[in-house]
């Protein structure tokens, strides 16, 4: 069984230690609160985790191109670093966990070119795309796989392998990631926006913390060594200032449904799929489908994004930490 490292052992503790410990925000957003839907403040800038980019965001992708095209290249890795110690032979799409987010806005037409340089077959299947399911592959190994269509659905969409019947072993094996489609008539809120995916690692860890491939048996009962949010155990705290509004466009990859919930605030919009909804707590999100969740900083503090049906992998560091340490009493 993974160990627990010193660090993330007393995982609220270290949460809150990080966040008063860094460097002070460059700047503070704080403003009052808009009421859901109405307009607000410029945010600051998109937030990033260690293994996932800011997003270009709704103005820049609907003012761009209405063709896009994303090249991805399948590859099988010797080994990726997980976080606290942990290797892991995963097959991703660019070398990465999860895959680079595909952003495109509604009434794009979407070229997805995939390049196999794995050693096995590979495609790709994007919950955005209305298709015949066969144009997802796979194909073989030093082929390249197009599939092109228009986008009509706005939303936070899951993609990863498509690879026939093997297709859950090779999602299970890292080949996943997140694509946004954004409305073009609907202006979204000016908000702090951040990607998170949540997967898991299905193996044995060795004891030098190497994870040397994905174990069929656990796979196919769903149990995972571990879950993750953006491909890592453990994440570092993503700084924000009260008053922020944070917009998280969130893919659960699986396994089972994801408790989406953040401690300390409540979710004040939620889409997965119109209408928005408000004030919600905790909001199901099953494996293979997304939504996008809004929640205010009400306060100087620390606020971590949890799976609430996975608090038993809290210990692991199971959390992505929203850790504000700007000027109090913008509350919200
Ligand atoms: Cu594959």
Redesign the pocket.
């Known amino acids: 069984m993974l160990r627990t490292c010193a660090r993330c052992g007393l995982t609220f503790l270290f949460l809150v230690a990080a966040a008063c410990g860094g460097q002070p925000p460059a700047a503070t957003t704080a403003q009052a609160p808009a009421a859901s839907g109405a307009a607000a403040a410029p945010a600051g800038p998109p937030l990033s985790t260690k293994n996932m980019a800011p997003v270009a965001g709704q103005e820049k992708t609907c003012a761009g191109p209405r063709a896009k095209t994303v090249d991805l290249d ?1 590859i099988e890795t010797k080994g990726i670093d997980l976080g606290m110690g942990t290797t892991f032979a995963a ?1 991703t799409y660019n070398g990465h966990i999860p895959g680079p987010t595909i952003e495109a806005c509604e009434g794009d037409t979407v070229t997805l070119n995939v390049h196999n340089k794995g050693t096995t077959s ?2 790709l299947d994007t919950h955005a795309f209305k298709i015949d399911a066969r144009k997802y592959g ?1 194909t073989a190994p030093g082929m390249t796989l197009k599939i092109e269509k228009a986008v009509d659905t706005p939303g936070v969409f899951m993609y990863h ?1 498509a ?1 026939g019947p093997v297709t859950d072993l ?1 999602i299970k094996s890292g ?1 996943h990631g997140a694509m946004i489609v954004y409305p073009r008539n609907e202006k979204l809120r000016p908000a702090r926006e951040i990607v998170v995916v949540e997967d898991a690692v299905f193996g044995t860890r060795d004891a030098k913390g190497f994870i040397p491939g994905t174990d069929p048996a656990k796979a196919a009962k769903n149990d995972q060594l571990f879950s993750m949010f953006n491909g890592r155990i453990d994440n570092d705290p993503v700084r924000v200032n009260p008053g922020d509004l944070v917009r998280m466009y969130f893919v659960n990859i699986g396994p089972w449904v994801s408790a989406a919930h953040v401690i300390g605030t409540v979710l004040d919009a939620v889409y997965a799929g119109a209408p928005w909804v408000h004030g919600l707590q905790t909001v199901a999100v099953p494996s293979g489908s997304g939504a996008m969740l809004e929640f205010y900083i009400p306060e100087a503090g620390v606020f971590p994004f949890v799976d609430h049906d996975k608090l038993a992998f809290l210990p692991f560091g199971m959390a992505l930490a929203f850790a504000s340490e700007g000027v109090p009493g913008a509350a919200h």
């Open positions: 399948v097959w590979h495609g796979p392998c690879a090779h080949i």
